[in-house]
């Protein structure tokens, strides 16, 4: 059953199961302020969504610097594994900058000037690859500890601990390989 009322503003028509039927003439459309406060809901998820594209990007840059200092520190292991009779000769501070007179692809070299060589080249590769990259090897007894540093947040940091204790410590990995 439909009944109509009358009104002195509009006339509206009623179903007994369904809500009133608003005449044409007032449902033109949205109004300005429907669309303006849409707006602003779809630009603040649009602002998330390029914070997570942004955190995404930087924790895949973290692993990716992460990865590259382990292999450097497995790579010198194995160098150091297969040259045992230079061990003390693969000793090198994060200080120390190794020059190699000798090219050791070119000529033969003994066990001392191949290690001096090797670091030369690997203490290169640490410091292109990595963002202030540096490489330290610490001989004791029969044992090499080799340590990677970096400057994650590339915030000028210069700290040596290995972990970091502060903020203003780098990056670091570290591996420790008994040679027989």
Do not use: H
Not at 33 to 51: D, P, Y
Not at 94 to 113: D, F, H, K, L, Y
Request: proline share 3%.
């Amino acid at each position: 059953m439909t009944t109509s009322t009358s009104s002195a503003v509009t006339n509206f028509s009623f179903s007994k199961y369904s809500m009133p039927v608003v005449p044409k003439a007032y449902s033109n459309g949205f109004s300005l302020m429907e669309v303006l406060i849409t707006m602003i809901i779809i630009s603040f998820g649009m602002l998330g969504l390029a914070k997570l594209q942004l955190n995404a990007m930087v924790e895949v840059q973290s692993a990716s610097y992460a990865n590259k200092a382990a292999n450097f520190t497995q790579q010198m292991s194995e160098i150091i594994a297969a040259n045992p009779s230079a061990l003390n000769s693969y000793q090198l501070s994060s200080a120390q900058q190794i020059t190699s007179p000798i090219n050791c692809r070119a000529s033969t070299c003994s066990g001392a000037e191949l290690a001096m060589y090797d670091l030369k080249l690997w203490q290169n590769n640490v410091s292109k690859s990595l963002p202030s990259g540096q490489a330290e090897v610490v001989i004791s007894s029969n044992k090499a500890k080799i340590i990677v540093r970096w400057d994650q947040s590339r915030n000028g940091s210069t700290g040596l601990n290995c972990p970091q204790l502060s903020s203003n410590d780098l990056e670091c990995t570290t591996l420790t390989r008994t040679i027989r």
